[in-house]
C-alpha cells in the first residue's frame, strides 16, 4: 500500500497570505489528523478528522481551519499568516479513531 | 489530560554500544503508547506500540520498549546500536477512551547520536 502523501512538500508565503495544504491517507484509512512541528513548541496537535467530521481540535486560533472530503482526502488552511506559523505540518491517517497513526512526510512553510 | 516527558534531549553513544532513552508519561486514563522514529527531513515512522497484552514490545529493527504501569514508563532500548539509528524518537501517548479521538501528545523528543 502507498503510504501517506503531502502536497506540497515545500512552500514559501510572505506575512498576511494563506495557504493550503493537502493529504491523502492510507487507502482504506478514514481517520487523518494533522499536526504541527517547530524547534519551540515541539509536535502539536492540530485537529482530527473521520468520516468528514472533525472530532477534536487543538489549541490553535481559529486561522488554522482543515476539512476532510468524503474520499478521507483532508485539507488544511492557514490564513493570515504569520512568521511563527513557519513549521513541519504533518498529516497522520489511521483507518479508524482509535487506531495507529501513520505518518507522512510533512509539509515544510516557511513564513517571510 | 495527558503529558509526555522525555528527560534526555540527546543521547550521545558509540556504535555497538547498548542505549536507552528514557520516557515518562502522565494520565488520568488508561493509555497506549508509542515510540516514533524521524529521521532528518522525513516525517515519523512508527517504531512500536504497546495497546495491551504483554508489557514488552519489540520492533523489528533490533529496539524494545517495555510498559511499566506502576512507574508510568516506556524506555526504549536497544543492545547494540549502529550508525544508521541516529535521529530524533519521540515518545507518544494517547488516552484509552471507548469511541474517544486519536490525538497523541508528544514528548519533546530524544536525539539519539551514535558515533563510530
Known amino acids: 500500500k502507498a503510504g501517506v502523501t503531502q502536497t506540497p512538500r515545500y512552500l514559501i508565503k510572505t506575512r498576511g497570505q494563506q495557504v493550503t495544504l493537502s493529504c491523502s491517507p492510507i487507502s482504506g484509512h478514514r481517520s487523518v489528523s494533522w499536526y504541527q512541528q517547530t524547534p519551540g513548541q515541539g509536535l502539536q496537535f492540530l485537529f482530527e478528522?473521520?468520516?468528514?467530521?472533525?472530532?477534536n481540535k487543538g489549541n490553535f486560533p481559529g486561522r488554522f481551519s482543515g476539512r476532510q472530503f468524503s474520499n478521507s482526502r483532508s485539507e488544511m488552511n492557514v490564513s493570515t499568516l504569520e512568521l511563527g506559523d513557519s513549521a513541519l505540518y504533518l498529516c497522520?491517517?489511521?483507518?479508524?479513531?482509535?487506531?495507529?497513526?501513520?505518518f507522512g512526510p510533512g509539509t515544510r512553510l516557511t513564513v517571510l | 489530560a495527558q503529558s509526555v516527558t522525555q528527560l534526555d534531549s540527546q543521547v550521545p553513544v558509540f556504535e555497538e554500544a547498548p542505549v536507552e532513552l528514557r520516557c515518562n508519561y502522565s494520565?488520568?486514563?488508561?493509555?497506549?503508547l508509542f515510540w516514533y522514529v524521524q529521521y532528518p527531513n522525513q516525517g515519523l515512522q512508527l517504531l512500536l506500540k504497546?495497546?495491551?497484552?504483554?508489557?514488552l514490545v519489540e520492533s523489528i529493527n533490533g529496539f524494545e520498549a517495555e510498559f511499566n504501569k506502576s512507574q508510568t514508563s516506556f524506555h526504549l532500548r536497544k543492545p547494540s546500536v549502529h550508525i544508521s539509528d541516529t535521529a530524533e524518537y519521540f515518545c507518544a501517548v494517547t488516552g484509552r477512551y471507548g469511541g474517544a479521538t486519536n490525538k497523541l501528545i508528544f514528548g519533546t523528543g530524544t536525539l539519539l547520536a551514535v558515533q563510530p
Open positions: 497522520a491517517s489511521s483507518p479508524g479513531p482509535t487506531d495507529t497513526q501513520y
Open positions: 504497546y495497546l495491551s497484552g504483554s508489557t
Open positions: 494520565s488520568s486514563v488508561s493509555v497506549y
Open positions: 478528522y473521520f468520516s468528514e467530521t472533525q472530532r
